[in-house]
């Protein structure tokens, strides 16, 4: 069937530097993608979001870039910090889907001082 | 934005039992989401909820094993029937929630979580 997936299962990033955090998708139909954050202990958090019909979208440190033709996703984290240490998932839905996410198998990101 | 709140956080369960978990928000949602993450996973959609209809299960989760209820408009349970150590997971829900910033309305947040340990 088709999925998401994450390339990379864990990254290990010193404080300060810019962190890539990257998905890759095969659901064509798929037309919308969040980006959620979950901390040990805790459920997911929303990060930040993004429509098919958009490149690139910033929030707070943070952005997300979507390309189409290779069905690629990444979240991009600015200066690093510790307490961006957490497993980062990715999920896309077609938006006529009533809601029904798929998630990918998650990045854990280790901040080092 | 909606606030999620589940019960109980963890539990350690023997094998052959139930366990009920309450999901409550604190305003009222259209559809609220169960998602099962086995130890060091990612989610899966058990089922959605929507008040005064059946749930709708994904494959691979039948009623008889995740039976749910959704009375009203902020709360909804899932029990896990008849234990085994592989039901040993994260239980989650997840409620739509389109005063929070998303780019769509059906954009899902989530509770805390129930641990749930099956000896």
């Known amino acids: 069937g088709e999925s998401v997936g994450l390339h990379l299962p864990t990254l290990s990033v010193q404080e300060g530097d810019n962190s890539i955090i990257n998905c890759a998708y095969s659901n064509s139909a798929s037309d919308y993608f969040i980006w959620y954050k979950q901390e040990s202990g805790k459920g997911p958090q929303f990060i930040i979001d993004?429509?098919?019909?958009?490149d690139k979208r910033q929030g707070q440190r943070v952005t997300v870039l979507l390309n189409k033709t290779v069905k690629h996703l990444s979240l991009q984290i600015a200066a690093t910090q510790p307490g961006d240490s957490a497993v980062y998932f990715c999920?896309?839905?077609?938006?006529?889907?009533?809601?029904?996410?798929?998630f990918g198998a998650g990045t854990q990101v280790v901040v080092t001082p | 934005s909606a606030v999620i709140s589940q019960k109980p956080s963890r539990d350690i369960c023997q094998r052959g039992t139930s366990l009920t978990i309450q999901c409550q928000v604190d305003?009222?949602?259209?559809?609220m989401f169960w998602y099962r993450q086995q130890p060091g996973q990612s989610l899966t959609l058990i089922a959605t909820a929507n008040q005064g209809s059946e749930a709708t299960y994904e494959s691979g989760f039948v009623i008889d094993k995740f039976p749910i209820s959704r009375p009203n408009l902020t709360f909804s349970t899932l029990t896990v029937s008849n234990m085994s150590p592989e039901d040993s997971s994260i239980y989650l829900c997840?409620?739509?929630?389109?005063?929070?910033?998303?780019?769509?309305?059906?954009?899902?947040?989530f509770g805390p979580g129930t641990r749930l340990l099956v000896l």
């Open positions: 997840s409620v739509e929630d389109f005063t929070s910033g998303g780019l769509w309305d059906e954009t899902q947040y």
């Open positions: 305003s009222q949602v259209t559809m």
């Open positions: 999920a896309e839905t077609p938006t006529d889907s009533w809601g029904k996410l798929q």
């Open positions: 993004i429509r098919s019909n958009m």
